[in-house]
């Protein structure tokens, strides 16, 4: 079994930053993508991020492209969000997912991914 860890999350103003991390431990040999999704309430969970084992390859949502940046430590085992320009519709409960079957190519759908945190609460008010 892999646990994933979230912490992070928090209240901030339009325009404020966070930095969400992501720890794994537990059965983490292996390679692994990692991957951030948010779920808002009465909304599916919606891709944000994503990271290649290496680190080489980064994906984004559209949503999100030239605000957000996603990086992994050396270890690989700890992934880093980190969120500018926080908007009001970025609010929402964030998630970190380890796709055990992927390598360089990031998954976008939550069901590639087998393992997922609980989640940490993001709230940016107007």
């Known amino acids: 079994q892999v646990q994933l860890v979230e912490s992070g999350g928090g209240l901030v103003q339009a325009g404020g930053s966070l930095r969400l991390a992501c720890a794994a431990s537990g059965r983490t040999f292996g390679t692994y993508v990692m991957g951030w999704f948010r779920q808002a309430p009465g909304k599916e969970r919606e891709f944000v991020a994503g990271?290649?084992?290496?680190?080489?390859?980064?994906y984004y949502g559209d949503s999100v492209k030239g605000r957000f940046a996603i990086s992994r430590t050396a270890a690989k085992t700890t992934v880093y969000l980190q969120m500018n320009s926080l908007k009001p519709q970025d609010t929402a409960v964030y998630y970190c997912?380890?796709?055990?079957?992927?390598?360089?190519?990031?998954?976008?759908?939550?069901?590639?991914?087998?393992?997922w945190g609980q989640g940490t609460q993001v709230t940016v008010s107007s």
């Open positions: 990271i290649s084992w290496s680190g080489t390859n980064t």
């Open positions: 997912g380890a796709d055990f079957n992927g390598f360089s190519k990031v998954a976008t759908t939550a069901g590639e991914y087998e393992y």
